[in-house]
């Protein structure tokens, strides 16, 4: 450094001076444009979190549009001597709902102003939903749709049986067809049953029924062991039924609910082919309903 000054005096040592200068602030812009490019990064990410929050809005409430009102129903009971049916409806909008709180029970297509029941609903703080516990007549030949009162309709169905405690989730049994012999045989028959909120539930005396071409060819009631049921006082675990090819062969499942009513689900049903084998057909899990007597 000495050596340095002697040689160039004070003019290198304003030279260093001068070049340390350059060099620290080469060095501060080097800092600068790396916080530059970290701020950019930060607000994109920024701009990039809110497009996604946007979209997931815009998303919602696509959603609640597609889904629109959504109505359930719960803890039926029924009046079996004034055919009533009592139950819990909750109602959700999609969105905050400003109108009455008055909806109409009507018959399928028919407008509010033609709505044979009102009830007035409990809007909760949400704005959105409501309940109520309704008693209506139990029609069990007809529709329903709940309405508001400009219209809109909340929930339709073509049958009240919709509506009532028991419903018959899955059944069947196992069988195996035998062209020669011309037998349907059967064993290991179950019924699975819901309530109303799709909870598996019981029923009461509870019997499978075997119909060939429409012809009840037997009945075995429900014991407490499991696939085994009992016919004219003996227990049944198998059962062998005349079938010929082109025979029609309908399972059915009849039981109780709490209340009396009596129902006859179609469980299954199979028609004999022309070999050692069956096809099986779609069949609707709608029961027959009667009311006690």
């Known amino acids: 450094m000495m050596e340095f000054l002697r040689k160039y005096g004070w003019t290198g040592l304003a030279l260093l001076a001068a070049l340390g200068a350059l060099l620290a602030a080469v060095s501060q812009g080097r800092r600068a444009e790396a916080l530059s490019g970290q701020l950019t990064e930060a607000r994109q990410e920024i701009r990039s979190l809110d497009e996604r929050l ?26 079996v001597k004034s055919r009533m049916l009592t139950v819990d409806i909750t109602v959700v909008m999609p969105e905050p709902f400003g109108m009455s709180n008055d909806f109409g029970f009507c018959r399928p297509g028919e407008d509010y102003r033609l709505a044979w029941a009102h009830q007035s609903f409990q809007r909760n703080a949400d704005g959105r939903t409501y309940t109520a516990a309704v008693t209506i007549p139990l029609d069990l030949e007809a529709g329903l749709e709940l309405r508001t009162e400009n219209d809109t309709v909340l929930y339709t169905t073509d049958s009240m049986l919709d509506l009532l405690p028991l419903h018959l989730a899955y059944g069947g049994t196992s069988w195996h067809y035998s062209r020669e012999e011309q037998t349907c045989y059967q064993c290991d028959w179950f019924a699975v049953l819901e309530d109303l909120a799709g909870q598996e539930t019981e029923a009461l005396n509870g019997a499978f029924h075997v119909y060939c071409n429409g012809e009840q060819v037997f009945t075995g009631r429900e014991t407490e062991e499991k696939y085994m049921l009992e016919a004219d006082g003996e227990v049944v675990d198998s059962l062998g039924v005349a079938c010929a090819p082109g025979d029609h062969m309908l399972l059915t499942y009849s039981c109780e609910d709490a209340f009396g009513l009596h129902y006859e689900f179609p469980v299954q049903e199979l028609v004999a082919l022309d070999w050692d084998d069956m096809r099986g057909y779609p069949v609707s899990h709608d029961p027959a309903v009667t009311w006690p007597e």
Request: no cysteine; glycine share 4%.
């Open 54 to 79: 946007t979209a997931a809005e815009t998303a919602l409430e696509s959603v609640r549009a597609e889904t629109g009102p959504q109505v359930t129903f719960a803890d039926p009971k029924v009046a």
